[in-house]
């Protein structure tokens, strides 16, 4: 028989105790920790977003601060670390204060006045990234360096903050998810009374040439569909099914995050007959990953366009939060969310046909 599961399997973002950036910064007094993080942080502003967890001695709680400014946004529980990880989410960096927590990875700061505390707590120091030297202290103890086990980490000067800024800047451009591509082409097409997906203005079905499209920016590429039409998209073009149903694009966006909960992505309708490799280009290389999305400016109404734009994987949370709410509408999400909005260079590009006289027009472009 096979093993019984008393849940359904989900893939789990790669989220770590706080967050998908974070770092315990332990080794130096808790005053010292806070004005590292906040002279580093200013620095990676405002390319990135940051903040700061740390312990309040007086209350016994969580309080999280925005990293940069030094203002609190939130104080919880101790164990309410689900909460903090939703509070948190809009965040790049996380910097914690690893006296009191544990993050994924850790910044090892070398102070004397912490050298037996430090001792006491190697068992914290899981992936140790960066150590950071007091001025004067010229190299790691002997005893951080066993623990290392001759793993090469970076050594910067602790009064180097424009060093450890760069450093960080540097990791948390390698952490940019991945872009997958998504063309949305589940839809009923009830006013066209046909396929929109199965149209041919390019000499292939629309969803076909829309993928070929996608396909240079990401690193693979999905035709969205609801679970019964499956079977009609043939390889080399790969299927992604509806897992939640019923919601038009939003069922779309929710499954492809639900199925790739770390990746970004760029997702277009497949009702564009118009779009270029051009306007595709012009938004895969203005993408801010820092955002939860990046799009562009409808021109028929002004709002930010949901149906080509490109979601971070912040955004899955956003949606489902939305969505909690009775709200299942892309364009809402993004009004009311951080996101970079663009000027189409092209605005013929994002034309929508959903009708055959619209259809009809469009191919007179040609």
């Not at 800047?169 to 839809?187: I, K, M, Q």
Request: aromatic share 8%.
């Amino acid at each position: 028989m096979p093993k019984h599961t008393k849940h359904g399997a989900i893939v789990k973002p790669a989220i770590g105790q706080y967050g998908r950036n974070e770092w315990a910064v332990i080794g130096a007094p808790c005053e010292l920790i806070e004005q590292w993080v906040g002279s580093v942080s200013n620095r990676l502003s405002p390319k990135w977003q940051c903040a700061f967890t740390d312990a309040d001695h007086q209350t016994h709680s969580t309080h999280v601060a925005a990293a940069d400014a030094h203002q609190e946004l939130k104080s919880v529980g101790d164990s309410d670390v689900y909460r903090l990880r939703s509070w948190l989410n809009d965040y790049d960096a996380l910097f914690i204060n690893g006296n009191h927590f544990t993050a994924r990875r850790q910044i090892v700061i070398i102070d004397e006045r912490k050298k037996d505390s430090l001792q006491r707590k190697l068992d914290r120091l899981t992936d140790v990234q960066l150590i950071l030297l007091q001025d004067d202290i010229s190299e790691p103890w002997p005893f951080l360096t066993e623990h290392l086990q001759g793993n090469a980490v970076p050594i910067l000067q602790l009064s180097d903050v424009a060093a450890a800024a760069s450093w960080i800047d540097d990791a948390l451009t390698r952490a940019v998810p991945p872009l997958r591509g998504l063309v949305l082409a589940g839809g009923k097409s009830v006013r066209m009374g046909s396929d929109k997906g199965l149209m041919e203005y390019h000499g292939k079905p629309q969803r076909e040439f829309t993928a070929d499209l996608l396909a240079p920016h990401c690193t693979e590429v999905f035709i969205s569909c609801r679970p019964d039409q499956t079977a009609e998209i043939e390889a080399p073009y790969r299927p992604l099914p509806d897992t939640f149903l019923d919601l038009g694009p939003y069922s779309a966006l929710l499954s492809a995050f639900r199925a790739y909960p770390d990746s970004a992505w760029l997702v277009v309708a497949c009702d564009l007959p118009l779009l270029d490799e051009g306007t595709l280009q012009f938004l895969a290389q203005r993408r801010d990953p820092s955002r939860m999305a990046t799009a562009f400016n409808s021109p028929d109404n002004e709002f930010p366009e949901p149906l080509i734009a490109i979601w971070e994987p912040k955004a899955y949370q956003i949606l489902l939060q939305f969505l909690a709410q009775g709200y299942s509408c892309p364009r809402k999400v993004l009004i009311n969310s951080n996101i970079a909005l663009l000027q189409a260079p092209c605005t013929r590009a994002l034309t929508n046909v959903n009708t055959p006289e619209e259809s009809a027009e469009v191919r007179n472009q040609f």
